[in-house]
């Protein structure tokens, strides 16, 4: 074998072994408990896939894609509040489901915009309501 052929092996199994971390930790945070699939969009950018975590008054959602082990954005549940509820538009139909909920929330650094499934809208909306009432 030549240099370059062992170059290019050496090469591709780290891809692969990357691409089998990757998907070993996805499926292994949508198996925690408190997880659900979560697309996130924020300020007219794309949909971004991930999981989203409860965990206390916190929603912390993680990028399906990457290897990393804290959450890419953290909502408060005390600085968060829903202004709509509504399914895909006919420009997300490509990046969506038709059967996601789009809900529309304010949170404390602006407007952002998840996906979730109806099952999941139910639980999100629970968890959101649960908060402790404020004095």
């Known amino acids: 074998m030549h240099l370059i052929d062992v170059l290019v092996l050496c090469l591709a199994a780290l891809v692969l072994v990357a691409v089998a971390l990757v998907l070993a930790r996805q499926r292994f945070m ?3 408990p408190g997880t659900v ?3 996130i969009r924020a300020r007219n950018a794309r949909w971004q896939y ?3 975590r409860y965990s206390g008054a916190e929603l912390r959602w993680y990028r399906s894609l990457g290897l990393g082990t804290r959450p890419s954005r953290v909502l408060q549940r005390a600085q968060l509040s ?3 509820r509504r ?3 006919d420009s997300e139909s490509s990046a969506l489901p038709s059967s996601a909920v789009i809900v529309e929330c304010r949170a404390g650094d ?3 915009l998840l996906a979730l499934g109806a099952g999941a809208y139910t639980g999100f909306v629970s968890w959101l309501e649960a908060s402790a009432p404020i004095a």
Request: charged share 10%; hydrophobic share 50%.
């Open 82 to 84: 829903i202004l709509n």
């Open 87 to 89: 399914p895909p538009l």
């Open 50 to 52: 991930g999981v989203g």
């Open 110 to 112: 602006g407007d952002v």
């Open 37 to 39: 699939p979560l697309a």
């Open 30 to 32: 949508l198996r925690a």
